[in-house]
């Protein structure tokens, strides 16, 4: 079914064609882009439809290159602490949800930010006792490094004082578990809670969610290291969703990528834990904790192993790492893989990169490796930019997110949301890449749109699919009701986003 869509401010990130005013789209296929006068008369038979778009702005659909399709369902469903400024606000909303639960059921708030509440702490489990004294309760951080427990909770998993990463004073546990139990423990044991049905229908929420922000397509990092069967789970539902997605298999079972037939492994494979929890692994330790050099969670050697065997088998890698030491390891690692079984185009990321040193920037361009990033951090969880000077120091503070100096020195960053850590808001997420706190790291608008699009679509060898719009490519493009080139920077994530098309089928985001 042909559509001429027309009357468009059209940018599509084609060098070739990079302005357009008209498009065709047959199924979900964009057959022609140019102007109105050369497109139309290539179709002599006319169209089925006509869509004027009302002199719009129309740019690719945005890719979210690194995100967690069921934790952001079940996110979606539990208590959101999104923008609670002390507890008094945070047990309201945990009270308010748990009155929608049945006797007994597991109560679960998610993205406390504990930079951003009058407590500047996490609560304990007293506190959690109080407000939630008869069913198991979880607050998890919206980095989802660390969380709080109540006394039923963690009687409930199983928890113990003499695990690493669960805080303990005077011999008793606070409620507070951090990497790695709360990762490597605690999350996977709270997820085996969630039934089937439930998880499900957290994909299509979460979906729907991301087409409403413009997103077309979703880089899924789905899995649970040493538990092949979530990733198999995810791989029997993702097709049925509304929009396009991508499998990264998050564990590091290789045998069973190569089972479900993907050609790509790991995701948040933990190389070490979170900047703002100070488990990320550094040289140095962080300033305002001496002693303090965050948490390597494997030996070099399990590393060495894991990304020798995946990239041996041929398969895309992809590893968290958010600190210079942890970056140190993984970046070691794809290094001697790639000297033992030399392969110029694998495509490997690195995911997050948030504080890397300049001379592994220059070896991940030698090496052609990938910065998989997330600009949105700055605003979501970053906002108090004096609390990370604090923690980082003056010098190594300035090394945070350095967009600047990794794409001048020739590496690709493609751009996600870790969602649900942050909303799916690409817009957001442009615009914190091109007002970087520290000036001399910021970009150029095409540059941080193109994270999103062009760069996100190169990280899974998708280029020639999507991330532009030109002929052959899928029709994946939303409708703006402002061109971004013409707002101020600081002004891109009130843009607001009209209508999305995927999968052959236009959604006007009011539906959505």
Not at 444 to 449: N, Y
Request: aromatic share 8%.
């Amino acid at each position: 079914m042909k559509t001429l869509f027309t009357n468009i401010q059209g940018i599509s990130l084609d060098e070739a064609r990079p302005e357009f005013s008209a498009m065709v789209v047959d199924g979900d296929t964009l057959e022609a882009v140019g102007e109105y006068d050369e497109v139309v008369p290539l179709y002599p038979g006319g169209f089925v439809q006509v869509m004027d778009l009302g002199g719009k702005t129309v740019l690719p659909g945005f890719i979210d290159a690194h995100q967690h399709l069921e934790w952001t369902g079940q996110v979606l469903g539990s208590a959101d602490l999104t923008g609670c400024s002390c507890f008094t606000e945070v047990f309201d909303g945990i009270a308010a949800h748990r009155k929608k639960l049945g006797k007994g059921e597991w109560v679960l708030a998610y993205r406390l930010n504990d930079q951003l509440v009058q407590e500047k702490r996490m609560p304990n489990t007293a506190e959690l006792d109080a407000v939630c004294p008869a069913a198991p309760l979880a607050v998890v951080h919206t980095s989802l490094h660390f969380l709080s427990l109540n006394t039923m909770a963690i009687k409930a998993l199983g928890v113990t004082g003499e695990m690493d990463g669960v805080d303990t004073e005077n011999g008793r546990m606070t409620g507070l578990v951090r990497d790695p139990a709360s990762l490597s423990f605690v999350m996977p044991r709270i997820d085996r809670m969630i039934s089937k049905e439930a998880i499900v229908q957290g994909y299509e929420l979460a979906a729907r969610k991301a087409l409403k922000s413009g997103i077309t397509s979703l880089h899924c990092l789905e899995g649970k290291d040493g538990e092949p069967e979530f990733s198999a789970f995810f791989h029997r539902h993702h097709r049925d969703l509304p929009l396009h997605t991508v499998h990264w298999n998050q564990n590091r079972d290789v045998q069973s990528s190569l089972d479900l037939g993907l050609t790509r492994i790991g995701g948040c494979i933990f190389a070490d834990g979170a900047i703002d929890c100070y488990t990320a692994a550094f040289f140095e330790p962080y300033c305002n904790q001496p002693g303090n050099y965050g948490t390597l969670t494997f030996t070099q050697a399990q590393m060495d192993e894991f990304i020798c065997e995946a990239h041996g088998k041929g398969l895309q890698i992809a590893v968290h790492c958010e600190a210079d030491a942890a970056i140190e390891q993984v970046l070691h690692a794809m290094e001697k893989a790639l000297a033992k079984y030399p392969r110029t185009d694998h495509r490997h990321r690195i995911e997050h990169l948030e504080v890397p040193t300049t001379t592994q920037i220059e070896r991940m361009a030698k090496s052609g490796i990938i910065a998989s990033m997330q600009p949105a951090f700055f605003p979501y969880l970053m906002a108090d930019q004096t609390f990370y000077e604090r923690m980082l120091g003056p010098s190594r503070h300035k090394r945070l997110h350095p967009y600047r100096t990794i794409l001048d020195a020739g590496v690709v960053i493609c751009g996600g949301s870790d969602s649900p850590v942050t909303p799916y808001t690409p817009l957001a997420g442009i615009q914190a890449a091109v007002c970087h706190p520290y000036a001399p790291e910021r970009v150029t608008l095409t540059e941080a749109i193109r994270m999103f699009t062009t760069a996100a679509a190169y990280s899974v060898f998708e280029e020639n699919e999507r991330g532009s719009l030109r002929p052959g490519m899928k029709a994946e493009f939303i409708v703006l009701d402002r061109n971004p080139y013409r707002v101020a920077p600081q002004d891109i994530c009130k843009i607001n986003i009209e209508k999305v098309f995927a999968k052959g089928k236009l959604y006007s985001t009011e539906d959505l």
